[in-house]
């Protein structure tokens, strides 16, 4: 059978963290050859949203949280996923992919166990330095586990695991930056649903830059629930930045940015890397494991970023940081050089280059 009759399934959602690099590994398979590539996730949900948006095929079923959560919540997901797992058996018994990848989060649980039941082979990634509940209980049956990171193969069984990096989306790989202009271009991502205390530290932080407007660009992505507040308080202060809810093309965000502050989302960090954008980074202290911070540290490690706390974030901190830069442009080169070197953009080639494999192994 050619390989052009080949489908994949990508189970994925939650966050952007888990669905974007799906969308990247979905269009290195295309380029494979792969004939389909068909999404599994939650109905009305952001995956569904984003994966349509790229125009893939997208199938809804249930599944819910489990960990941290309180223990009526437990027994709800648990029904949930077991309802989950029904439908993907009645739904793969139909459908008969040639493969099922599983990207973590809690919709990765039904589909790949539904999956093993049907004899389809499976293959999980991680994006983060310290694996999720769910990747390390699926990376127990699947026939390899790809990870952004060599350090995370202690969490899984050593023969099957594959450094393949984090991947990154085909239009932001292919992004050119522009030059540095006499401005320092600042981009502060508050999050999609945002992220109140960097949100309410950099109002701080543009007040004590109010000397620096001729200096300094700033865009701030704010999320949807802080938008009008941070609007609005700029314009009562008289500072001039761009103040959005959210950015659809970050690409061209990124393409215009000297100078990232946010959270530590392993795919964000793989995308900010992958164009080598400096970074003050704040993770967010409430992360399962705490797999943003040991994210961070690793690119404050290389000299790619600097790594601040929640508990000491404030605006000065910040205005300290964004102030040494201006002084000290040959700073931002160097962690510019350094975050290069921590990319990975053949990470989505490299896994599809692994399921094509897997997929020809077990026709032949």
């Known amino acids: 059978m050619h390989k052009g009759n080949a489908k994949v399934i990508i189970a994925t959602g939650g966050t952007g963290g888990h669905i974007f690099p799906g969308i990247a590994i979905a269009q290195a398979l295309l380029k494979k050859g792969i004939e389909e590539v068909l999404f599994?996730?939650?109905?009305?949900?952001?995956?569904?949203?984003?994966?349509?948006?790229?125009?893939?095929?997208?199938?809804?079923?249930?599944?819910?949280?489990?960990?941290?959560?309180?223990?009526?919540?437990?027994?709800?997901?648990?029904?949930?996923?077991?309802?989950?797992?029904?439908?993907?058996?009645?739904?793969l018994k139909y459908y008969r992919p040639?493969?099922?990848l599983g990207l973590g989060g809690y919709t990765s649980v039904p589909a790949l166990l539904a999956a093993k039941c049907l004899g389809i082979p499976t293959v999980v990634h991680e994006q983060n330095l310290i694996p999720g509940i769910a990747n390390r209980i699926l990376g127990n049956w699947a026939k390899r586990v790809?990870?952004?990171?060599?350090?995370?193969?202690?969490?899984?069984?050593?023969?099957?695991?594959?450094?393949t990096g984090n991947p990154v989306r085909e239009e932001i790989i292919s992004v050119h930056r522009e030059r540095r202009g006499k401005r320092l271009?600042?981009?502060?991502?508050?999050?999609?649903?945002?992220?109140?205390?960097?949100?309410?530290?950099?109002?701080?932080?543009a007040k004590?830059?109010?000397?620096?407007?001729?200096?300094?660009?700033?865009?701030?992505?704010?999320?949807?629930?802080?938008?009008?507040?941070v609007k609005n308080s700029y314009e009562r202060m008289g500072i001039n930045i761009h103040v959005v809810s959210f950015i659809y093309d970050i690409a061209k965000a990124y393409a215009k940015t000297d100078l990232i502050i946010g959270r530590a989302g392993a795919t964000s960090l793989a995308e900010i890397t992958a164009l080598g954008i400096p970074s003050i980074l704040i993770p967010f202290p409430w992360?399962?494991?705490?797999h943003q911070f040991y994210n961070a540290k690793r690119l404050a490690s290389a000299g790619a970023a600097i790594l601040i706390e929640q508990n000491r974030l404030n605006g000065e901190v910040l205005a300290e940081n964004i102030t040494n830069f201006l002084e000290n442009g040959h700073l931002l080169e160097s962690m510019s050089k350094k975050a290069l070197s921590l990319a990975s953009p053949l990470a989505g080639e490299k896994i599809a280059t692994l399921c094509e494999s897997i997929i020809n192994s077990k026709r032949f």
């Open 40 to 91: 599994l996730g939650r109905e009305n949900s952001l995956e569904e949203r984003v994966v349509k948006r790229y125009g893939y095929s997208f199938k809804g079923i249930s599944s819910s949280g489990i960990m941290g959560k309180r223990w009526r919540h437990k027994i709800k997901g648990t029904i949930q996923v077991g309802l989950g797992i029904g439908q993907c058996l009645n739904f």
């Open 98 to 100: 040639s493969l099922a």
């Open 146 to 163: 790809c990870l952004s990171f060599k350090e995370t193969t202690l969490y899984f069984p050593r023969e099957k695991c594959v450094i």
């Open 185 to 205: 271009r600042v981009l502060v991502l508050g999050g999609s649903q945002g992220a109140h205390p960097i949100n309410k530290a950099f109002l701080d932080t």
């Open 208 to 229: 004590r830059l109010r000397g620096l407007q001729d200096r300094i660009s700033i865009t701030h992505q704010t999320g949807e629930r802080d938008y009008i507040w």
């Open 287 to 290: 992360a399962i494991h705490q």
